[in-house]
Structure formats: structure tokens, C-alpha cells
């Protein structure tokens, strides 16, 4: 059995009703109901951004009106959580999981941090730009099919430096120079260095060792 309510009653318990909104702005809507227009507050536990034209659930307690629910939003499906302040999601037990069937995208205009014991990433294609990257570590380990490097200007500092490969091609344009103590070639085969002036300078003692020895 439904004992109506009377306006006095209503405003001391408080109630609830539909209303659909007019429009608004940040946490402050302009919301119509039966009983007419007027101004509601956006709860602190309703995430669901209100849009105009979205059918609404109004809680009405003396002049406090609190929209707490979006019910239906005739146009689209489409919707935006909202947050007045930080927010921390946790997970006490168990995964947490963020899944799309489309894209992903996040957007901070200060920091972004990643901390976990294991950082998994695979994608087809990935394109990483910065003004100013730093990678730091102990070790780093990279497989790839092809390489390919552009850049005006690559600085390589290390104590040690040992490469294997099957064939090394390089091309300089200008100027190649190396500075050593001491350099130490060894060729299996054959060693052939063609120019147009060659010149070969030594302070103290020059030696060419060789079964045949063919100048000119």
C-alpha cells in the first residue's frame, strides 16, 4: 500500500526522482523534473560525467539536491568519468586489468611513473618521441632483425668495446680518424687498401715482413 507523502514530510526525509538534464558545468547541473527546474550537485560517488539530455536520479534532502546516478543517455553510449580530486585505485588481492577493444590512450600534463618488478611491452609498431631521454642500467640486452640509426651526432663512451660480426660496410664522406696507443690488425686472408696518396709516418722503426714483397 502507497501512503503519499506530503511536501513538509518530503522535505525532512528526503526522496528521490528522474529528472533529465538541462546542462552545466564542472559538478553544478541545471536538472527538470515534474516538479520543474532547478539546480542539483553532481554526488562525490557519481563518476559517470552527466551530458544534456541524459535521464537522471535526483536525491532531494531539505535544499540539497544530489544527482546520484545517470540512468539513460538517449544519443550515444559514450561516457566520462570525472574525479573532483586524486584518485588511487588498489587491489588488495588479485590483477587488475584495463582492456579495449579499440585504443588506449594516457594523457598527464606533468609525469606519467611506472614502477613493477617486470615491465612487459608488445606491440606491432611503436614510436617513442622525447626532447630529452635517459636510460640507465645494469644490463641491456636487444635482438633485431634490421637496424636502422639517423642522428647528427652519436658520443660512445665505454671501457670495453668487442663487436661480431659477418661483414662490416661503412661509408665517410669526410674525415675518419682513430686515436690509439697502440692498434693491432689481423687478417686471416687478404688485406687491400686502395687510395689516391697514401702516406705512412713512423719516429722510429717501420718493418714490412713478407714472403714476396712487391713496390711499384
Not at 100 to 106: E, T
Not at 146 to 159: F, G, N, P
Not at 191 to 208: F, G, L, N, P, Y
Request: proline letters at 2%.
Amino acid at each position: 500500500m502507497n501512503i503519499p507523502l506530503s511536501s513538509d514530510l518530503k522535505a525532512k526525509i528526503g526522496f528521490t526522482e528522474h529528472a533529465v538534464i538541462q546542462g552545466g558545468f564542472n559538478r553544478e547541473y541545471m536538472v527538470l523534473s515534474d516538479r520543474g527546474a532547478y539546480r542539483a550537485q553532481l554526488a562525490f560517488s557519481c563518476f559517470v560525467q552527466p551530458e544534456t539530455g541524459d535521464k537522471v536520479l535526483i536525491n532531494v534532502d531539505g535544499k540539497q539536491s544530489h544527482i546520484i546516478a545517470v540512468i539513460e543517455r538517449p544519443d550515444n553510449q559514450d561516457a566520462k568519468l570525472s574525479f573532483p580530486a586524486s584518485l588511487k585505485v588498489e587491489t588488495k588481492q588479485g590483477d587488475l586489468t584495463f582492456s579495449s577493444h579499440r585504443d588506449i590512450k594516457l594523457t598527464a600534463t606533468r609525469q606519467h611513473s611506472i614502477v613493477s618488478e617486470d615491465l612487459n611491452i608488445t606491440a606491432n609498431s611503436t614510436q617513442v618521441y622525447s626532447t630529452e631521454m635517459q636510460v640507465s642500467g645494469k644490463n641491456l640486452k636487444a635482438q633485431w632483425t634490421s637496424i636502422q640509426t639517423l642522428s647528427e651526432l652519436i658520443t660512445s663512451v665505454a671501457d670495453k668495446l668487442i663487436k661480431t660480426v659477418k661483414n662490416s660496410f661503412s661509408n665517410v664522406e669526410g674525415v675518419e680518424q682513430k686515436n690509439s696507443k697502440n692498434y693491432v690488425q689481423n687478417v686471416s686472408s687478404t688485406t687491400t687498401i686502395r687510395s689516391q696518396h697514401a702516406v705512412i709516418t713512423a719516429e722510429k722503426d717501420m718493418k714490412i715482413d713478407g714472403e714476396r714483397i712487391h713496390m711499384g
